[in-house]
């Protein structure tokens, strides 16, 4: 339900978290979606936290991405 440009940015920015951690052997999956912004994604035992909002007065949404691998 969000805009196309968000939602690439999205998967770009968890995909990004992932490939720096090595773990690219498995599929990105979503987890969980909350209508504040949140999206909860998952690649094998990594978790990828994803936020889309608006910062100050740019109208334009910005996409913040944080993963915690398994273990951690």
Do not use: H, Y
């Amino acid at each position: 339900g969000e805009p196309l440009a968000v939602a690439n940015t999205r998967v770009w920015s968890a995909l990004e978290c992932v490939r720096k951690t090595g773990l690219m052997t498995q599929a990105l999956t979503v987890r969980r979606v909350e209508p504040d912004g949140w999206a909860l994604l998952a690649c094998g035992g990594a978790l990828i936290a994803t936020w889309s909002t608006t910062v100050n007065d740019r109208p334009d949404p910005v996409v913040f991405a944080v993963l915690q691998a398994e273990g951690n």
